[in-house]
């Protein structure tokens, strides 16, 4: 859609510029609704079920843009207890041609303490901001063992101004992290976490599309029975599919190439799930793109929906075009 200026430039001054950018440009843009499918969740009103994904705005630097822009809620983060920065080398690609993105960032944030900050000075100038998640990590030098001690860590800083979580244990980014979905470790790593919640606020578990299905089965079953309100699928992938120039060894692929895994756990996670689904929230990511894309993932059965390729692919006018699209959907 329209002129794309950020291709002109490489992927990482893109990157940086992106913030900043739509900072800049949000006071000027007409305060429009966005309302179409509107949705009550607990005590959760979206007016709309498109929002940004992890990683979009990892330090809650834009919240009030994006609300501008029509996101029907903000995910912020992932947030570590300590700052960190990204990993070494070459972090993020992009492949125009086949609407890819590979990145190996490794949760890069200004740690909770500033985070928090911000969210906070957000939401005393702007008041009415859609639902705000909060995507809890652990910082890289804290073992697995120990991981829950840092996802409880942010929860509790962030109790005040979170209105749902989100559990991020399948980025492919921080060496070990996919382990704890493993089954002898992922109730021990996640009952402390969903017990420091205490059914306070909706908690939701975001999944890797690279789980086999008998493993994703069990991490459902697992994470349903310890009380978790919902999932989200999906995360990056490591998986390659031929023609994409991106390292095979490292990082996580998004866009385009990860639309049929991704959609494919959705619906399995549903027909896994069974009538489990109701009074759960499940919201899909991965590979959606266009308009259409998001209408297929609602038609699926998923709740809500999250974008980060389209941002790149598309622009931020993409949660205006959706709603255009689809305004007389209630
Ligand atoms: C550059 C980049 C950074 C990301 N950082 C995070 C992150 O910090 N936390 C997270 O949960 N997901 C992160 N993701 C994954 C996205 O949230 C999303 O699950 C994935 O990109 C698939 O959606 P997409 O195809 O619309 O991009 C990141 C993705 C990209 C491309």
Known sequence: MGIKPWYLLPPSLAHHLSLPAINLMSPFLPSSSCKWRSLTFQNLEFDNPL???GGVDKNG???FAWNK???GFIELGTITPKPQSPNPGKILDRNIGHKALWNKMGFPNK???AIYENIVQAKESHPNLPPLFINLGKNRDTENQNASDDYVKVMEKMKSVADAYVVNISSPN???LRDLFSPNAFSQFLKPVVDCNQGEKPLLLKLSPDLEDEHLHTVLDLSYDLGVDGWILTNTTTFRPQGLPFPTDSGGMSGAPLAHLSERMLENAL?????RRNNKLIISAGGILTPEDV?????LGADLIQVYS???FDGPFFFKRVSDKFKNIQ
């Open 69 to 71: 822009l029509g996101c």
């Open 51 to 53: 929002g940004i994904a």
């Open 310 to 312: 389209a941002l790149v």
């Open 295 to 299: 209408k297929r993932r609602l038609d």
């Open 61 to 63: 630097e834009a919240i």
């Open 271 to 275: 027909k896994h799930l069974g009538d």
């Open 111 to 113: 740690g909770m303490e």
């Open 174 to 176: 921080t060496k070990g």
